[in-house]
């Protein structure tokens, strides 16, 4: 499986979501980074942000594509005009159910201004 010129796994959801094979709310998207609603939302806002390249966890992430994936981060929170009121987190082994280096969104505010790309 090739995706954007990097070769990914078959099996990793993330990946498949990157291919188009699997459906996602997409929120935002560049070549590097995709962001998506989490389809098991904890909040108004909840969504996840993650590499287009796979990295399996936290520890393994290099250090340039954790600090993308926080300036986007920062992006979503500016989008939906809540740069006072977020959460991120970061399951790295415990409590991380898709090996794939994720950030997770959450806000209880800004869920008026999500808009998604179409498909």
Not at 15 to 41: G, M, Q, S, W
Not at 72 to 91: D, N, P, Q
């Amino acid at each position: 499986m090739k995706m954007h010129g990097i070769f990914a796994c078959m099996s990793c959801v993330f990946c498949r979501i990157i291919n188009r094979e699997l459906p996602a709310k997409i929120f935002y998207e560049t070549d590097e980074v995709i962001v998506i609603a989490d389809h098991r939302p904890k909040d108004a806002v909840h969504l996840l942000i993650f590499p287009k390249k796979e990295y399996r966890n936290f520890q393994n992430t290099p250090p340039d594509v954790l600090v993308m994936l926080s300036e986007t981060a920062k992006l979503v929170a500016i989008k939906l005009g809540v740069t006072e009121h977020y959460r991120i987190h970061i399951h790295n082994g415990y409590g991380q159910e898709v090996d794939h280096i994720h950030f997770h969104f959450l806000s209880d505010r800004g869920a008026d201004r999500l808009t998604y790309l179409p498909r």
